[in-house]
């Protein structure tokens, strides 16, 4: 079965360029400098599953013509990875059924108490999403989905491992060594590359190429890349098997 992955968002918490124009070190010329907020999809024949609703995400829908969501699994609670939850409202309309979410306990709290009337019936609007908890393995149809807890500063996140072959860590400052064992023989790491400089929430590209050292992907994407990081620049001067994430890239799995 084809099972294509696509970063639908390359961008940290503001993107690029921000909602006042601004681009900071990246050149606006370069097309693949435009960065929305964060998220990915598996597509494949019978599921298209997302991870994140950022808020792009109907934007970010349109660009790479999805028409359906069948799953959101959530990496954490912060805004630019939630707060596009009201734009999944269409699929309910349209399959006429409420979409599975899938969130570890922390995210789960967060969007209930913050984006309540999606879960629960109001007066004139019914519920559009069904909460499920997250485990650390689930299977949508052929589709192996495994979470593995990292950190990120003072929260955890949830990376996201498919098929054992392509891991989703989208805000991580930390993966625990007893989890390496995951990272080990993937074909693909997409892996927050926040900027150069140390940041307490984020890898860096030091921490990235330290830790890849360590897990040998056969190739690396950085992505949640801020407006310090220029596409052509960092590709100048990373190693010929990482690769800076540009917003609809794709890889088959
Ligand atoms: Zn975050």
């Known amino acids: 079965m084809k099972v294509k992955f696509t970063i639908l968002g390359s961008g940290s918490s503001l993107g690029i360029?921000?909602?006042?124009?601004?681009?900071?070190?990246?050149?606006?010329?370069?097309?693949?400098?435009?960065?929305?907020?964060?998220?990915?999809?598996?597509?494949?024949?019978?599921?298209?599953?997302?991870?994140?609703?950022?808020?792009?995400?109907?934007?970010?829908?349109?660009?790479?013509?999805?028409?359906?969501?069948?799953?959101?699994?959530?990496?954490?609670p912060h805004a630019d990875q939630t707060h596009g939850i009201n734009e999944l409202r269409v699929f309910y309309l349209k399959n006429k059924k409420k979409l599975n979410i899938f969130a570890d306990k922390k995210t789960s709290n967060y969007l209930l108490k913050s984006f309540t009337y999606c879960f629960k019936n109001t007066?004139?609007?019914?519920?559009?999403?069904?909460?499920?908890?997250?485990?650390?393995?689930?299977?949508?149809e052929n589709i192996k989905i495994r979470a593995v807890k990292v950190k990120h500063g003072l929260i955890d996140s949830n990376c996201y491992i498919i098929?054992?072959?392509?891991?989703?860590?989208?805000?991580?400052?930390?993966?625990?060594?007893?989890?390496?064992?995951?990272?080990?023989?993937?074909?693909?790491?997409?892996?927050?590359c926040?900027?150069?400089?140390?940041?307490?929430?984020?890898?860096?590209?030091?921490?990235?190429?330290?830790?890849?050292?360590?897990?040998?992907?056969?190739?690396?994407?950085?992505t949640n890349m801020n407006n310090e990081i220029d596409y052509n620049e960092i590709k100048s001067i990373i190693p010929k098997n990482v690769a800076p994430a540009y917003d609809g890239m794709s890889v088959n799995l």
Not at 128 to 138: A, E, F, V
């Open 163 to 192: 098929n054992d072959k392509c891991a989703y860590a989208p805000d991580v400052s930390k993966i625990f060594s007893k989890d390496y064992k995951y990272f080990w023989k993937l074909k693909y790491l997409v892996i927050d």
């Open 123 to 140: 007066d004139h609007y019914p519920a559009t999403l069904k909460l499920n908890s997250l485990k650390n393995i689930h299977y949508i």
């Open 194 to 222: 926040l900027r150069y400089k140390w940041h307490p929430s984020h890898f860096n590209l030091e921490n990235v190429l330290s830790f890849i050292k360590e897990v040998k992907p056969k190739k690396t994407i950085l």
């Open 17 to 76: 360029p921000r909602i006042d124009g601004y681009f900071g070190k990246c050149n606006p010329k370069i097309k693949k400098n435009n960065r929305m907020r964060c998220s990915a999809i598996i597509t494949s024949k019978n599921k298209n599953i997302l991870f994140d609703t950022s808020p792009d995400l109907r934007m970010q829908l349109l660009d790479n013509k999805i028409k359906n969501i069948d799953n959101v699994f959530y990496t954490h």
